[in-house]
């Protein structure tokens, strides 16, 4: 069972920035997708950022695109988010996760196999 590692939530302040990793614990592949999603008290998981290891393609929620980077290290098997203009509406646990979906896929929970345990983000003044 691979073991997903985040790191970096908090509390920060509307217009912050915060920076997350995480660390598989197992060898990705070409086909290996690797990302962050995120859940609000109440509400449903939702896709943030995953990025495809095959095309070293990053995608993004539209509610982020512009504010937050996603980027990797293939050595270390680690992905990063580095989320800028923070807005109290990004307030979630942040989880990382890694799976092989086909692209069509890439935003749905369902299609991912490991989740990490999840990291705190509050952004509040």
Do not use: H
């Not at 929620?61 to 504010?67: C, E, F, I, T």
């Amino acid at each position: 069972q691979p073991e997903l590692v985040e790191s970096g939530g908090g509390l920060v302040q509307p217009g912050d920035s915060l920076s997350l990793s995480c660390a598989a614990s197992v060898r990705t592949t070409s086909s290996s997708t690797m990302g962050w999603f995120r859940q609000a008290p109440g509400k449903e998981r939702e896709f943030v950022a995953a990025f495809r290891w095959n095309s070293g393609t990053p995608i993004y929620a539209d509610s982020v695109k512009g504010r937050f980077t996603i980027s990797r290290d293939k050595a270390k098997n680690t992905i990063y988010l580095q989320m800028n203009s923070l807005k109290p509406e990004d307030t979630a646990v942040y989880f990382c996760t890694l799976g092989s979906p086909i692209l069509s896929e890439s935003r749905r929970t369902s299609a991912y196999n490991y989740w990490g345990q999840g990291t705190q983000v509050t952004v509040s003044s």
